[in-house]
């Protein structure tokens, strides 16, 4: 039983390119949820997904962030014309439902994406 | 959601006990206590979950006071590899949505 799988697991790109982070939820989890950790920094919430919604993007950045959880397939964090500003460690979650609490385990995190732009 | 506080960071020795607090005096009684850690570059990991009572599992204890106002988690025999950054998080059971993750407690056991 695979848990949370992010690729890929370090990425480096060029300032101005773009950045495609993937990740994988576990079986029979629908909803998503993607994390920032900037160096030295707490963890801070994006982007919470259902297959082929967006329910909370709250803490996405207004402009060259994207995100979306198609039908079939993983969940894309796209970052257009990357700056250095965005270099961190991209965590995303996965549940089986949204609710907290009464449905027990809480989230699945995957490893991470390790983001460098140079 | 409710407001945790928790110490900055902690030392314990291997071995023993480890025992982190964590004050949630604005807690409502619909909020659960979750605790996560991160161990260094990897994502977090979930330890425990409780809503009044305690609870145990094989990773750790979570002793939730009466008022509920604050907790403990108990690292039983704590290893060199419990290092981490542990969070405290509260959380309404009837929520949908995303975990608030503060600073948390750097946890360093030594041996």
């Known amino acids: 039983n695979a848990g949370v799988m992010q690729n890929p697991r370090h990425l480096v790109r060029r300032r101005g390119q773009e950045a495609r982070l993937r990740c994988s939820p576990m079986?029979?989890?629908?909803?998503v949820y993607w994390y920032r950790q900037l160096p030295e920094e707490g963890l801070k919430f994006m982007v919470y997904?259902?297959?082929?919604?967006?329910?909370?993007e709250s803490g996405m950045p207004k402009e060259r962030f994207s995100a979306e959880f198609p039908k079939e397939g993983p969940s894309i964090l796209r970052i257009q014309q990357v700056v250095r500003g965005d270099s961190a460690a991209y965590f995303c979650?996965?549940?089986?439902?949204?609710?907290?609490?009464?449905?027990?385990?809480?989230?699945?995190f995957g490893s991470g994406t390790r983001l460098t732009v140079v | 959601d409710a407001k945790t506080t928790q110490p900055t960071s902690m030392d314990c020795a291997e071995g023993r006990a480890a025992n982190l607090p964590c004050n949630h005096s604005?807690?409502?009684?619909?909020?659960?206590v979750y605790w996560y850690r991160q161990i260094h570059s990897q994502g977090p990991q979930y330890i425990i979950h409780?809503?009044?009572n305690n609870e145990t599992n094989e990773m750790a204890s979570l002793i939730i006071t009466e008022d509920r106002k604050s907790s403990t988690l108990i690292l039983p025999h704590a290893t060199l590899r419990d290092t981490a950054v542990y969070y405290c998080?509260?959380?309404?059971?009837?929520?949908?949505?995303?975990?608030?993750f503060g600073k948390g407690t750097k946890l360093s056991v030594k041996p």
């Open positions: 409780g809503l009044k």
């Open positions: 997904l259902q297959k082929e919604n967006i329910i909370d």
């Open positions: 604005t807690i409502s009684g619909n909020e659960y």
């Open positions: 979650a996965s549940s089986y439902t949204g609710l907290q609490g009464a449905y027990g385990y809480g989230y699945t």
């Open positions: 079986k029979g989890h629908s909803h």
């Open positions: 998080i509260v959380r309404s059971g009837g929520s949908q949505g995303n975990l608030i």
